[in-house]
């Protein structure tokens, strides 16, 4: 993904011959909970008339699919439709608690806002997210906090299940300590669009309770990541 | 940088005449004269010392959280006093575990303590002062007692660029000392909600500081908790007001 953005910046520049606005970006992301991963994180430079997710309004089915089971697959597929740069984490395995990922990209002229997601587990359609963030054009240092949204497209019932977008349940990665047994906590997702993630409920059974899982663990306060932008 | 002049010596090079007793040959001894550079090092005038003082107002924010005496230390940019995601020096862990602030006191280039805890509502104003030093950094650590390892604070924000009079607001968030597990329990929190016990130098928790992830209490599903929805908190837990007084 990056090599071919790079090749397409690298193309458009030679075509127009003319000075660009891209910018050389380095961006970090550090998970700052205490108790939660992430899915491999996709940060994306486009342009400011679109956008990846938009609290109060119904996520896009590339944004239930990284949500739900942390698939960057679909959010790929658009960024590439947009004309997007996308630095998709490098590794592919999760971010555990206060580890950092960083990469660096070339932002083609135009792309000017920058994006971030990554699924939050364990939840059910839990991410990280930041929307539109518009890129400086001085060179420097720049620190965003980061807050847990809720793509409202599933209930959080917060009982192992699929990762699968439209099925219920969450996924149980084998890093992840869960309990089994649990009733559901919600059966339902009374808002169905974007919102600020209320959090997770758990319990403190591994065996039965409500949740599957634990909550003196698996709870958080926002902000849940830490980006570090680095305009070169 | 005003230190930069401190103690700086003048250089002045001193041309001296020496004689040399040069041996040309076994029976030939003449004398003739070198002249040989000398630096002699001369202490430039000591320059009167320059106060830079910072008044820092902490506000205590939560429902039911004692603010432990804040600690304010001045230190380098790059000797932060606590990282998220490093494990927390023993300071941090006693301040964090018990409120005790006599380690975290001792960090940095120096220190100020507030007098007593700061109940919730309730704010204290604290004097920090330095000589000839305008670029320090700025932390705060102060524990939040009903928990068990808890602390509020600021991490190592870059005075440089505040002017005398300037000020500065911000918040400070709940940090996680990852140095005692989130139990809750009677025996483990030292606040008035338990009386519990303070710092414990055995580490039972992840060993690294994070953001702390809330406290669960009682109310809400921890039966070993003796904690209520009273101690709940959320971020903001503090609200912080630095300003450059000299």
Redesign the interface.
């Known amino acids: 993904m990056k090599t071919l953005q790079k090749f397409c910046a690298a193309t458009a520049l030679a075509v127009t011959a003319l000075p660009t606005m891209a910018a050389d970006v380095t961006v970090e992301i550090?998970n700052?909970?205490?108790?939660l991963y992430f899915t491999p994180i996709a940060a994306v430079a486009h342009t400011p008339d679109t956008s990846l997710f938009e609290v109060g309004e119904m996520a896009s089915a590339e944004i239930q699919e990284m949500a739900e089971g942390g698939s960057l697959a679909g959010i790929t597929t658009v960024a590439t439709a947009i004309g997007a740069d996308m630095l998709a984490e490098p590794t592919a395995g999760p971010l555990a608690?206060?580890?950092?990922v960083a990469g660096t990209f070339m932002t083609t002229d135009g792309n000017s806002v920058l994006s971030v997601v990554a699924m939050i587990l364990p939840s059910n359609d839990g991410f990280i997210g930041l929307d539109n963030w518009e890129i400086p054009t001085e060179v420097g240092t720049y620190t965003i906090y980061l807050n847990a949204y809720d793509a409202g497209t599933e209930a959080n019932d917060e009982l192992i299940g699929s990762g699968e977008p439209g099925m219920p349940g969450m996924p149980a990665p084998p890093f992840l300590t869960l309990g089994t047994g649990g009733s559901g906590v919600a059966s339902t997702e009374a808002n169905a669009t974007v919102h600020i993630h209320p959090g997770n409920?758990?319990?403190?059974s591994l065996t039965d309770?409500a949740s599957d899982v634990t909550?003196?663990?698996?709870?958080?306060?926002?902000?849940?990541a830490?980006v570090t932008v680095t305009v070169n | 940088m005003l230190n930069q002049f401190k103690n700086k010596p003048f250089r002045s090079a001193l041309l001296l005449a020496l004689p040399l007793a040069i041996s040309a040959c076994s029976d030939d001894v003449r004398e003739v004269e070198v002249p040989v550079e000398v630096i002699v090092e001369v202490p430039a005038p000591e320059p009167v010392p320059v106060d830079v003082s910072y008044e820092i107002t902490v506000t205590n924010l939560t429902k039911g959280q004692p603010v432990s005496p804040i600690a304010a230390v001045l230190h380098a940019d790059d000797d932060s006093i606590f990282t998220v995601g490093e494990v927390a020096s023993v300071e941090l862990e006693q301040l964090a575990e018990s409120g005790m602030s006599e380690g975290m006191l001792s960090l940095g280039m120096t220190s100020a303590s507030g007098t007593g805890p700061i109940l919730p509502g309730e704010n204290e104003t604290v004097t920090i002062t330095i000589q000839d030093v305008t670029d320090a950094n700025l932390s705060i650590t102060a524990m939040l007692g009903n928990t068990n390892d808890a602390f509020t604070g600021l991490n190592a924000l870059d005075l440089s660029t505040l002017e005398v009079g300037d000020t500065w607001s911000g918040v400070g968030r709940a940090y996680d000392a990852g140095t005692e597990v989130n139990s809750e329990s009677a025996e483990t929190v030292p606040g008035p909600a338990a009386g519990g016990e303070g710092y414990n130098p055995n580490r039972t928790d992840t060993g690294y500081v994070a953001m702390h992830p809330g406290v669960v209490s009682s109310d809400d599903g921890l039966s070993t908790s003796v904690l209520t929805v009273d101690h709940k908190f959320d971020n903001p837990t503090v609200s912080i007001v630095v300003t450059r007084t000299e």
Do not use: A, F, M
């Open positions: 550090q700052i909970t205490q108790g608690p206060t580890e950092k409920i758990g319990d403190d309770g909550n003196s663990i698996h709870r958080w306060l926002n902000p849940v830490k």
